[in-house]
């Protein structure tokens, strides 16, 4: 490389970089900034699927700030699936500072047949609505105007599948390379209906997989199916208690059931009110009831089919607080015949502001297995080892995923780049 190549490459590397990090701005004045702009209320968005870039963009009579204690307003939005299959965006806004004895809770709900882009400008104006009352005690309010888009004769709306909700889906992948290839292939059915008194879905659906993998010895081929037709009925008995029953019928090759049927009722009991649940959930669930299972082979027991009666019990607790989030659950079960046979599984998330700029994640499974009365019998082979081609027997899973992330730096930008992607 000549002295010449050598200077262009210094230029580009280092030059025009640090010219573009302490250039001066043309977006954020140098002089008095705009009085309006810096006095716009602050607010802090929690929202793990939000596109911040399109909200930046479509209000822009606020401030956008990364810390809580930063702002005015804190936001949490959190979705929930509703009766039509479309979601239902709950806002909560909670004001603080010279607004903290201010706040509101704003129900944005969608059908399933909206585009990306009609849901997104539905539940944009949706917080345009929620965030008025606030900015109005802003020097902006004079620069906002308000719009009322339908001004014809109201007319009663009739509902003529009666809150019934059907749905039909397929999947499909394909993948290949030179020493391996796979396919595989979904369907669903699904049939929904929801009230405030109960709710009823009935399913079914089907998955395969065929998998191949070439070594010297030639292909190994490994195929997975699985279907399942099941229902489920819950009926609400008032702002705590509920009551149902699932039933369910299926089949797994990974699982050496060649069919299955099960009838569980199951009652729930959830301490807080079930309208909280965006916010804060407690919900006890029991279920008692008879499975009965076919194997595709013999197994570890002898048997070929078995008939079992168990029990479950699951504690869930949730709770979504301006320092983070916490989702834990814990389930057991175990036969009513054989006590031995048994299962305990323990789920946590947890994701926390320790203080400003800083935040940590954590989460985690384990579970302690003794109930696995549906494992083939046989010598159990390197491939079954090595390719997981059907369960094998453990007394054990555990799993854990933790972050942690700092950001300093400019507390309000808010300016959109799209350039060069993020």
């Known amino acids: 490389m000549n002295f010449f190549s050598k200077l262009l490459l210094f230029i580009y590397c280092f030059i025009m970089p640090a010219n573009a990090l302490f250039a001066i701005d043309p977006d954020v004045p140098c002089t008095k900034p705009d009085s309006l702009q810096k006095d716009a209320l602050r607010v802090f968005i929690d ?16 401030n956008y700030v990364r810390e809580v204690a930063e702002a005015d307003v804190y936001i949490n939005i959190s979705s929930q699936k509703n009766g039509t299959g479309g979601p239902t965006y709950t806002i ?3 004001g603080q500072k010279r607004f903290s004895n201010m706040s509101d809770t704003l129900i944005c709900q969608q059908t399933p ?4 882009d009609e849901s997104r400008i539905d539940f944009v104006n949706t917080l345009k609505i929620g965030l008025m009352r606030y900015v109005a005690k802003t020097p902006l309010v004079k620069s906002v105007f308000i719009d009322y888009a339908f001004k014809g004769q109201k007319s009663n709306v009739q509902d003529k599948w009666k809150s019934w909700v059907f749905s039909v889906s397929a999947n499909g992948s394909l993948h290949n390379e030179a020493t391996y290839k796979s396919q595989s292939l979904s369907t669903a059915i699904n049939a929904n209906k929801t009230t405030r008194d109960y709710k009823f879905r009935l399913w079914a659906s089907t998955y395969s997989n065929n998998s191949k993998y070439k070594a010297d010895s030639g292909y190994t081929s490994v195929t997975n199916r699985s279907f399942e037709i099941g229902n489920r009925y819950v009926k609400s008995l008032n702002d705590h208690w509920s009551v149902g029953e699932i039933v369910n019928y299926s089949s797994n090759t990974y699982y050496n059931i060649k069919t299955a049927y099960s009838v569980f009722p199951a009652i729930e009991y959830d301490y807080f009110p079930y309208s909280d649940y965006n916010r804060r959930q407690l919900r006890l669930l029991y279920k008692v009831g008879y499975v009965h299972h ?3 082979d013999t197994t570890i027991y002898n048997k070929i089919e078995s008939d079992i009666y168990m029990h479950s019990l699951a504690a869930t607790f949730q709770m979504i607080e301006k320092w983070g989030s916490a989702t834990t659950s814990l389930t057991t079960s175990n036969y009513l015949t054989d006590f031995e046979k048994n299962n305990l599984s323990l789920w946590a998330s947890v994701g926390v502001r320790v203080f400003k700029g800083l935040s940590v994640y954590l989460s985690g499974s384990s579970s302690l297995i003794h109930d696995q ?4 019998k046989g010598i159990v082979t390197s491939n079954d080892v090595i390719l997981r081609q059907r369960q094998l027997q453990t007394q054990y899973v555990y799993a854990m995923n933790f972050g942690i992330s700092y950001t300093f730096g400019s507390m309000i930008n808010n300016i959109i780049n799209p350039r060069f992607g993020d």
Request: net charge negative.
């Open 47 to 62: 929202c793990s699927f939000c596109q911040f870039g399109y909200l930046m963009e479509n209000i822009p009579f606020v």
């Open 92 to 94: 909560f806004i909670n």
């Open 113 to 116: 047949y909206l585009t990306n």
């Open 294 to 296: 076919n194997y595709i």
């Open 373 to 376: 009365v549906y494992l083939a």
